[in-house]
């Protein structure tokens, strides 16, 4: 067997969510249909964050195990034999690297980037609907950068925490939350960017983050009471989760 | 009557152009509908660019005349009401101003800005499906930027017209035409940007030229192979057109 390493981008709007599930279509099925049309293997593959229905990745990774091929190929074709059955879809393996057996997408990361994209603007998303969240009253990004800053380093997120999360701990350690914006429109929209890295993340964290961010830039909170709301440890006292369609998987480092 | 300036983001992808048709859904008539169905008014609206199928714009710029409203309304509220009958449309509003009678979108339009895009690297677009060009073969970006300054200035442009083009004459200014790259994800893909900016195109001029100079990305054509092409005046002597999907409309100025 040879393990690879498969980078993969996708628009996580026509999928449930990274992971099989019995009764929808998932980015992870795909895949794993893909690679069985070349060659034949049923082979499961192994993400380094599963995705939750709507959200996109730039830079996914996972690894798969395969059987030595009837007919030899090297990882940019292999790269090229999967992606011959995801024309139709809306994903696309980037490259396809071969790894020591001992290489795991998901506990061998070292460091992930997401980033969450808000469009800040009264009219409504047309070139990228599905692609950013909509946010029509104004936002005080500098408030919201400064404020996030209260979340870098290492904290109970348990605030932020979804309720189906299957982490062992709420603790983790956010090593970067990165808030700013550029313009994106001739009529003053702008997009607002937040990068946020770190080595896990909890189920819904970088969401319920950006959620409770957003009350921040509305005005309706202040740096203190995110603050608190962290302190608190109850996810009952942290903001709204953000839509998925803001978020993206960009990076993973190993 | 009060004229009323818009200025307009769509997706093309979903629309057979700009232009209203006998038998397929136009951009024009989403947005004349739209106005009927919040004023009661049946208006036409004028275009700066009559853009193709699939081509986008994220500042087309039309206008129309408004008889006065029933309720009266300042330009930020009739934007919204416009907007309120597009939400299933991939077409937004982003401002309406208002102006001199004498205003003509197209005809006071004093420069234009496109954008086309291309996808550089092997695997297709997923997150970006339809909304750029893509190009397997690697690129030489100087080269195409180096060649392209050939076709700035005061030219017949009658090798990259299109067919159908209705210009009384062929003749053109290019004010500008650069062409750059900028990574786009971490396996090595950058995607190439080309901007255009003139008074006027041709209809099929941006295509044209971005599908010629591709050819001098890809080393099939030199610099003075452009050159020869262009002062032929002979649309046969010319490259391919590249694909509605890369193309931008981004900014008209008046």
Known sequence: MQRY??????????YAGWQRQKDARSIQQEIEEAIFAFSGQDATI?????TDAGVHARGQ?????????????DPFEITKAINAFLIEKSISVLSAEPVEEDFHARFAAQNKL??????????????????????KQPLDVRAMHEAAQILTGYHDFTTFRGSQCQAKSPERTLDRLD??????????????IIEAEARSFLHH???????TLSLIGLGKW?????????????????????????????????
């Not at 390493?5 to 709007?13: A, M, N």
């Not at 990774?61 to 190929?73: G, I, Q, R």
């Not at 980033?115 to 909509?134: G, M």
């Open 5 to 14: 390493k498969l980078t993969i981008e996708y628009r996580g709007t026509d």
């Open 61 to 73: 990774v996972a690894h798969v195990d395969l059987s030595p091929l009837k007919k030899p190929m």
């Open 222 to 254: 202040t740096a203190k009471n995110l603050g608190d709301a962290l302190k608190a440890c109850d996810r009952t006292q942290g903001g709204p989760s953000a839509p998925a369609a803001g978020l993206y998987l960009v990076r993973v480092d190993y």
């Open 205 to 211: 964290q970088v969401r319920n983050m950006v959620g």
């Open 46 to 50: 192994h993400a380094a964050g599963r």
């Open 114 to 135: 997401y980033i969450y994209r808000i469009l800040n603007r009264p009219a409504l998303a047309a070139l990228e609907k599905n692609l950013v969240w909509h946010v």
């Open 179 to 192: 808030i700013y914006e550029r313009p994106y429109d001739s009529c003053g929209g702008c997009e607002i």
